[in-house]
């Protein structure tokens, strides 16, 4: 048998920080609530999650990266909207965001979940924040709450 590992999803004693852009906050609200309700249903408490909220995605990865460096925290949930607009404003956005979430994930070591959503359209957007397509931020947060166990497990 090939040794396996698989980190759980425990989240009790984990630190977070969630960086939650401002612009569309109609969705980004429900993005919050959604990564909050996870990270609290998986054993987190308030104590142990920081929201620092920002203009808009495309600085979230400095903020992030800010984050990482001061090292408090154990995983970092990135939470905004970008939606398509009447020109290319947005693919810009969409794509150096996630260029710059990759690199401080790689550069500090910390992981750093994708909770940008990048819908063509409103209703997408709505139905990827809490409701027909689930919620993103939840998501999100599950998958910080597994990388962020994975990298202690491999570090240890
Ligand atoms: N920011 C978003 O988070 N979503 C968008 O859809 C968006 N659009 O389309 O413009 C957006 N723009 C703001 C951007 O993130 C910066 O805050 C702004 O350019 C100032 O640097």
Do not use: Y
Not at 73 to 79: F, S
Not at 96 to 112: D, H, N, R, W, Y
Not at 118 to 142: C, F, H, V, Y
């Amino acid at each position: 048998m090939p040794q396996e590992i698989a980190a759980g999803l425990s989240a009790s004693g984990l630190r977070f920080a969630i960086v939650l852009s401002r612009f569309n906050s109609f969705i980004t609200d429900q993005l919050l609530a959604g990564a909050l309700d996870c990270l609290t249903r998986h054993g987190a408490k308030d104590s142990q999650i920081t929201v620092v909220r920002v203009p808009g995605s495309f600085e979230i990865p400095l903020t992030a990266s800010t984050l990482a460096r001061r090292k408090r925290h154990d995983a970092i949930i990135a939470l905004g909207a970008v939606i398509k607009g009447a020109t290319s404003h947005d693919e810009l956005i969409a794509a150096e965001a996630t260029k710059g979430l990759t690199q401080v994930m790689i550069e500090t070591g910390i992981p750093v979940a994708h909770g940008i959503l990048t819908p063509s359209s409103l209703e997408q957007a709505i139905e990827r924040a809490g409701t027909k397509m689930g919620n993103k931020g939840w998501d999100a947060a599950l998958g910080a709450i597994e990388m962020a166990n994975l990298m202690k497990e491999l570090r240890s």
